[in-house]
């Protein structure tokens, strides 16, 4: 089939959500534009900033399109293209953007407050502990895995037979990285020049162009050649920062940056695929089963995650971007148009590999990431764009696309350990207390926990993060479902991706925790030449996941039965009301 009709149903699809769907569910919960927002009524300088509408929506499409619309689309294309495309399409109109934008809405609506915070009003104190700590090692995963996965990006050596050497890509490597240093150095002059005199509009986007333009000039003629490990110190060092500097100063001004990049290399892979139009030479249906990744059910689901829906977005919906909005009918499009827009970039990324697979169905060569980029940059050599120019362009891409939401999950899981310790009256608080939730001090044992999974072999357990991101999804749900129906609004559109995510996401880490338990016991009965086991190794790297996944579980099914507890009391009031 071809790929450009897959990108035009798709785009229709999605379009057609927004405009009729999206517009819907927000006129049926309630949007007031003469609203007072969060940012406006809190403005601290700090988290609360009122923002741009559009600006707003770039800091949201930005940290959200990580490397899960593009790695788990393109993964998931064993099961074959149509069932990918399906649930994408699906799971991104009536799960995702209804998930995204519904936790947006319910933050505004609540002072800004963070999911962890509305499930406390709602549903209770021990729900709101239980959910943060999960919020917490959800992001001790997330930025173990993207940390790794930036380092490793812009690593320029490589190693074979335990000799090291420089790679065939260094010198494209090294200046992608340096570009992205030149980001975050051009970010904060771009937070301080906008300040000082509050450029808006078309000011404003000449102004982010013309440093885009500057960092990749000055990147690509002094790429810093350095190894993964040193790149890893600099990420770690770079979200540091990300996590305590106020959202105008970094954060913000680097996301408006970066979606100027995104749009252009999505517009890539549009053009590129309306000009070449290749043909999906991917398979529609390879079956139920597959030898590598298991069932359809649940895996389908699971793998292809952020392009069809992500818990983890709803924590950038209601920790940051919430505390941005300056009028409410900037919500629809932040919240929704985000989502939407993530799900048409899952539906490239699945194109540009079925182009890239052989005409017999093999998929290419590479990691997810590097069959996209190199597919991407193929389009725009075929415009006349240098070869140098176009890859350490995609290079730089395809790492932001980690980094932008590694930057927003390391504050996220900074504000959930605080909020995890703190209480009401902080001010005659214990000490400890007020040493947990100082900023500086959570932000380093977040980072640190992040850190430490990178040197255990975060990769164990990186087969947990579908799961966990797609139960965070379920339990977001139910908590709106509850939010909506003690505050009076219908709630019925809700209960479909919430019964479907429960499901998929159980049954998903039951199957994984069943597979440890049988690798643990596996290895655990096999001996080493020297006669002894290999238990130490495989604790390590089953043994953790092990843990985790438990701990998931145990959560999850304690934060749904409290929440229904709290939904059937509602029930009643709203009954004895109505009597």
């Avoid at 995609?394 to 939401?405: D, E, F, G, I, P």
């Avoid at 049954?507 to 080493?528: E, F, G, P, Y």
């Avoid at 709203?574 to 009597?579: C, D, F, H, T």
Wanted: charged share 10%; hydrophobic share 55%.
């Amino acid at each position: 089939m071809n790929t450009l009709v897959i990108v035009l149903i798709a785009a229709v699809v999605l379009v057609c959500a927004y405009a009729f769907y999206g517009r819907w569910v927000a006129k049926t919960w309630g949007i007031n534009p003469n609203a007072q927002t969060p940012a406006v009524k809190y403005n601290d300088g700090k988290d609360y900033v009122p923002t741009n509408g559009w600006t707003v929506f770039s800091h949201q499409f930005s940290s959200i399109a990580g490397a899960g619309p593009v790695t788990g689309a393109i993964q998931a294309a064993a099961f074959g293209w149509l069932p990918v495309l399906l649930w994408v399409l699906i799971g991104g109109v009536f799960f995702g953007a209804i998930t995204d934008f519904g936790a947006l809405y319910a933050s505004v609506k609540n002072d800004g407050k963070s999911m962890g915070m509305l499930i406390e009003k709602y549903i209770g104190k021990l729900g709101r502990k239980l959910f943060l700590l999960f919020c917490w090692l959800f992001c001790g995963i997330v930025i173990a895995a993207f940390a790794d996965m930036v380092a490793g990006t812009f690593n320029a050596y490589t190693t074979v037979d335990g000799v090291t050497s420089l790679a065939d890509a260094a010198t494209t490597n090294g200046a992608a990285g340096m570009v992205s240093i030149m980001f975050m150095l051009f970010a904060v002059v771009f937070g301080l020049i906008q300040k000082k005199f509050n450029f808006s509009g078309w000011k404003e986007a000449v102004l982010g162009i013309v440093f885009i333009v500057l960092s990749f000039a000055v990147g690509m003629k002094f790429p810093l050649i350095f190894d993964k490990a040193a790149w890893s110190y600099i990420t770690f060092v770079y979200i540091f920062f990300a996590a305590v500097l106020p959202m105008w100063l970094l954060k913000q001004p680097r996301d408006y940056m970066t979606t100027f990049m995104f749009i252009c290399m999505i517009a890539g892979a549009v053009v590129g695929l309306l000009v070449a139009h290749p043909t999906m030479n991917l398979p529609v249906f390879t079956g139920f089963n597959n030898e590598k990744l298991g069932t359809m059910f649940p895996i389908l689901f699971v793998t292809v995650a952020c392009g069809a829906v992500s818990g983890f977005h709803s924590l950038v919906s209601s920790g940051t971007s919430s505390k941005t909005v300056e009028s409410e009918k900037d919500m629809l499009k932040v919240g929704y148009g985000a989502m939407v827009l993530e799900s048409l970039l899952a539906v490239l990324a699945l194109c540009v590999a079925g182009a890239a697979a052989a005409a017999d169905g093999t998929p290419a060569a590479g990691t997810p990431f590097q069959i996209f980029s190199r597919g991407v940059a193929g389009f725009f050599e075929m415009f006349g764009v240098p070869v140098y120019v176009a890859t350490v362009f995609m290079t730089m891409c395809v790492s932001a696309l980690a980094l932008t939401s590694l930057d927003a999950v390391a504050r996220i899981g900074r504000m959930s350990f605080q909020e995890l310790f703190s209480v009401d009256d902080m001010e005659h608080a214990e000490g400890w207390r007020k040493l947990f939730c100082n900023t500086y001090f959570s932000t380093i044992i977040t980072l640190a926990f992040g850190f430490l999974l990178t040197q255990v072999g975060y990769a164990n357990i990186w087969p947990l993060f579908g799961s966990a991101n797609q139960l965070l999804s379920a339990l977001v749900l139910v908590t709106l479902c509850v939010f909506l129906k003690v505050t009076g609004r219908n709630n019925k559109m809700l209960f479909p991706p919430l019964i479907i995510m429960l499901c998929v996401t159980f049954t998903a880490l039951v199957q994984r925790l069943i597979a440890m338990v049988k690798a643990i016991q596996t290895a655990a009965s096999t001996t080493i030449p020297a006669g002894e086991t290999t238990w130490g190794a495989v604790f390590i790297a089953n043994g953790l996941q092990l843990i985790i996944a438990i701990l998931l579980i145990v959560l999850g099914i304690t934060i749904v039965v409290n929440s229904f507890k709290s939904y059937a009391k509602s029930e009643k009031n709203s009954e004895k009301a109505s009597a």
